[in-house]
């Protein structure tokens, strides 16, 4: 595909990740810009799970043959995983999926009802042996950051974290400033890859076309698409050629708890087993970042902006007060860079700068003032503004997550 906004493409250009045949194929590196889009991504998602009541954990990115056998990885997805190393009679493995170690983690302690619904998260990385010949970008990578998480909760508790989930997806996606294509429910198909356990699948698609039903989306049944272990609700997004994929996910598991045997202390005193939801708000963050780069053609929303303010003096004079200027959004957390006129007309400067939402031009009526001309990226030009109200307002703007210039009353 080489349509205009080919994240391939732009993903060089704008210096945000490259690859190299030394490191391998489908294993990007990030570059600075591009591991700030990456950086504001994972703490926009992270903080939106704390005010979620999500727990966050660190697990290793290999474990055991063993550990993959007992999850059913090794028996029903040993295709997409790396072969096993050796290691002092040991055989580990690069990990498919957060899943097993997350059920460790929980059976880790003995649980109680009142702790259900336990919500636990991890930006984690996880690995598929992808071949050569479609590896491509951000897209098809054999190395993935996973925005993942696992609730074990009660069978009652499910409709709710599922609908909640959803709705996490959906102002997450109104902040990045893109749309589901549509709405899937992924179903088992014929042969087996996936658990028997025919009464398991009837209870956990049941739930999640009850939890569809009532949140009025609209959505499409397909067979095949389901994880081997029980029904998914996939969030479908298109790329520039038309493509579809997988952005984010909601699962419901009754086959992982049974095999890791997970329980907990019911108010009744007695062991009962939890359900596990599986969920992603925006998926891997190579496939998100590479749909953001597409979608915004390079302009992306400020928030999530490498550079979010360039500072552009006239002439070397005003300097000093676009360093002071620069510093101060250094103070307040926001990405400022001074193009100062080495690098060209004022003109010139502008036009490199297209893609940064906000040009602040410093000339010497300005300087003195303590003022800056804004122009915004669509092209509006705001005039001289004082650099207190200019500040205030981007930051207002930025820190709400909006993915307006400058116009509406952002929301807090
Ligand atoms: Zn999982």
């Known amino acids: 595909m080489t349509t205009a906004h080919d994240h391939r493409r732009l993903g060089r250009e704008l210096n945000l990740f490259d690859t190299d045949p030394l490191i391998g194929a489908g294993l990007p590196y990030w570059l600075p810009d591009g591991a700030a889009v990456r950086h504001t991504l994972e703490e926009y998602i992270r903080a939106a799970e704390r005010r979620a009541g999500y727990q966050h954990v660190y697990s290793p990115v290999i474990g055991k043959r063993e550990l993959y056998e007992i999850s059913g990885h090794w028996g029903h997805y040993s295709d997409d995983m790396f072969p096993p190393m050796d290691i002092g ?166 086959h992982q708890p049974e095999q890791f045997d997970l329980r907990y202390i019911g108010a009744d005193g007695a062991k009962h087993r939890p359900v596990m939801v599986h969920r992603s708000i925006i998926g891997s963050v190579e496939r998100t970042v590479a749909h953001l780069i597409e979608q915004h053609g390079g302009a992306f929303p400020a928030w999530l902006a490498p550079c979010q303010l360039v500072i552009l003096p006239v002439s070397g004079t005003e300097l000093p007060n676009a360093e002071a200027l620069a510093a101060r959004c250094a103070d307040l957390g926001l990405r400022a860079e001074i193009a100062g006129p080495e690098r060209g007309s004022l003109g010139a400067r502008i036009r490199a700068a297209r893609l940064v939402p906000y040009q602040a031009v410093i000339g010497a009526e300005e300087a003195a003032d303590n003022l800056v001309a804004l122009r915004l990226r669509d092209g509006r030009r705001l005039g001289p503004q004082p650099v207190s109200t200019v500040l205030t307002h981007i930051s207002t703007l930025i820190k709400a997550h909006s993915t307006q210039l400058w116009d509406s009353a952002p929301r807090s």
Not at 187 to 197: I, N, Q, S
Not at 215 to 222: H, I
Request: charged share 25%.
């Open 89 to 254: 009679g040991e055989q580990v493995v690069l990990r498919p999926s957060l899943c097993p170690h997350h059920a460790v983690i929980y059976r880790s302690r003995s649980r109680s009802y009142r702790e259900l619904p336990l919500r636990m998260a991890e930006l984690g990385g996880m690995y598929r042996s992808e071949l050569s010949g479609v590896l491509g970008g951000l897209t098809r990578v054999r190395a993935i950051q996973l925005n993942d998480a696992h609730i074990f909760c009660t069978l009652d508790q499910v409709a709710e974290e599922a609908q909640a989930a959803l709705e996490m997806i959906r102002r997450t996606y109104e902040a990045l400033g893109i749309t589901a294509a549509r709405y899937r429910l992924s179903l088992p198909g014929p042969g087996g890859k996936y658990v028997a356990a025919p009464e398991k699948w009837q209870r956990s698609t049941a739930l999640l076309t009850d939890v569809l039903d009532r949140s009025g989306l609209p959505y499409e049944a397909a067979q095949g698409e389901a994880a081997f272990y029980g029904p998914k609700i996939d969030v479908q997004v298109t790329d520039g050629a038309g493509r579809e994929s997988t952005l984010s996910t909601v699962q419901v598991d009754f």
